[in-house]
Nanobody, 118 residues
Framework: QVQLVESGGGLVQAGGSLRLSCAASGSRVSINAMGWYRQAPGKQRELVALITPSGSTNYAESVKGRFTISRDNAKNTVYLQMNSLKSEDTAVFYC????????????WGQGTQVTVSS
């Protein structure tokens, strides 16, 4: 079993920055992709960014150039640096683990709210 604990969400003005963290514990975490999905009200959950233990990444087109995902394998922690935030980035962000760069894994965090005011 894998447990994911997120932190770092909050309220920020458009153009601002936030950094999300997700710490994983449990078995087999280090061999799988970790990353972030988000879900806005009335919309489906969508990919934001994923990263493998070797550092390969997959970003949604809408966040390329603004968001950066990184990973500390020793700490089993993944980070999402979000810059130039827009109102359309407002969503609940969920940490995900156990999948690949193309397929979401079976493990989810509890979610953290990111609200961008315009």
């Amino acid at each position: 079993q894998v447990q994911l604990v997120e932190s770092g969400g909050g309220l920020v003005q458009a153009g601002g920055s936030l950094r999300l963290s997700c710490a994983a514990s449990g078995s087999r975490v280090s061999i799988n992709a970790m990353g972030w999905y988000r879900q806005a009200p009335g919309k489906q959950r969508e990919l934001v960014a994923l990263i493998t233990p070797s550092g390969s990444t997959n970003y949604a087109e809408s966040v390329k150039g603004r968001f950066t995902i990184s990973r500390d394998n020793a700490k089993n922690t993944v980070y999402l640096q979000m810059n130039s935030l827009k109102s359309e980035d407002t969503a609940v962000f969920y940490c995900n683990a156990g999948g690949t760069l193309l397929l979401r894994g079976p493990y989810w965090g509890q979610g953290t709210q990111v609200t961008v005011s315009s």
